[in-house]
C-alpha cells in the first residue's frame, strides 16, 4: 500500500510506531501536508491517506471512508486558528490571509463566520499567513505554524477554531478522516485491511508509549516541557459516535454555505478480508 502520512507534529500518536521500528507499516509512507496528500490521493499517487474531511466530502464517490481513526478535538484544538485583533463576529467584510495546507480548516473558518456569525469576509489563499498575520492582518493558520502563532501572539488574537465549534454546537470537530481510493478498497480489500491493522496497531503503541511520541515531537519542532502532553490530551484519534456527530455536523454546515453539493457518508466502510 502507497499511504500518506501528515507532515505534522499532529500525526505522531500514531505514526511515531512506525518511525520507531515498533510497528511495520505494509507499504510506502508518504509525509506531505493536509492539501498535497488530497491530491495525491485523488489523483492515484496514493491508495490510502489521511486526507481532509471537507475534501473527503467533497469527493466521498472516489473513497472509502475507514473506520475507527480520525484527527480531532473534543474542545479545543490548537492548532487550527485564526489570528485576529478582533472578534470573528468583527471580520464583516475583511480579507483574511489563509493557508494552502487544510481544506477543513479553511472551509471550517468559513463556516463559522457565515453561520454562526453572520459575517462575510474574503478569504485570501498565501503562501505565508504567519507573515500577513505579524503585520496585523487576519490570517488562518494550522499545524506547528499554528502552536507557533500561539508563542508569539497576544492569548486575545488567537481564535482556537476548535473552541469556536464546540461553543457553537456542544460537538467535536474532525479535521481529518482516513480513507482509501474506491477503487483500491474494492480490489484490494486484503491489503487495505492490512494496512489499518497496522494504522491501529500504532496508534495503540503511541497511547502506550507517550514519552516516546514526545521524544519524537521535541526532536522535530521543540517546544516546553510538558507541551505535548497537553497538547496531545486535546486531540482525538478515535473515529468514535462522538466524532461521526461531529462531522455529521460539519457537512451539513458544508452544504449550507454551498462548500459541497451533496450529502457525504460518516458512517465508515466494513473492511472483510476474503480470504
Known sequence: ????????????????????????????????VPSRLNAMLLEGRLDLSPISAFFFAKHAQRFALLPDLCIGSRRDVWSVVCLSRVSLAELDGAEIAVTRDSASGRNLLRVLLERRYGVSATLRESANPFAAALRGEPALLIGDRAIDAQQTFAPEHVHDLGREWHAWTGLDMVYAVWAARRA???????????????????????????????????????????????????????????????????????????????????????LVVHP
Do not use: C, K
Not at 10 to 25: H, S, W
Not at 236 to 253: H, P, T, V, W
Open 184 to 270: 483500491v478498497f474494492d480490489s484490494q480489500p486484503a491489503e487495505v485491511a492490512r494496512a489499518h491493522e497496522a494504522l491501529l496497531a500504532a496508534r495503540r503503541w503511541g497511547a502506550e508509549h507517550p514519552e516516546a511520541v514526545i521524544a519524537a515531537a521535541q526532536r522535530i519542532a521543540p517546544r516546553a516541557a510538558g507541551f505535548y502532553a497537553a497538547y496531545y490530551a486535546t486531540l482525538n484519534f478515535s473515529f468514535d459516535a462522538q466524532a461521526r456527530a461531529g462531522l455529521a455536523r460539519y457537512f451539513a454546515e458544508l452544504r449550507a454555505i454551498g462548500a459541497i453539493d451533496g450529502a457525504a457518508p460518516v458512517e465508515p466502510e466494513v
Open 1 to 32: 500500500m502507497r499511504s500518506g502520512r501528515i507532515v505534522y507534529t499532529n500525526d505522531l500518536p500514531i505514526y511515531a510506531a512506525f518511525d520507531a521500528g515498533a510497528v511495520v507499516f505494509p507499504g510506502d509512507l508518504t509525509a506531505d
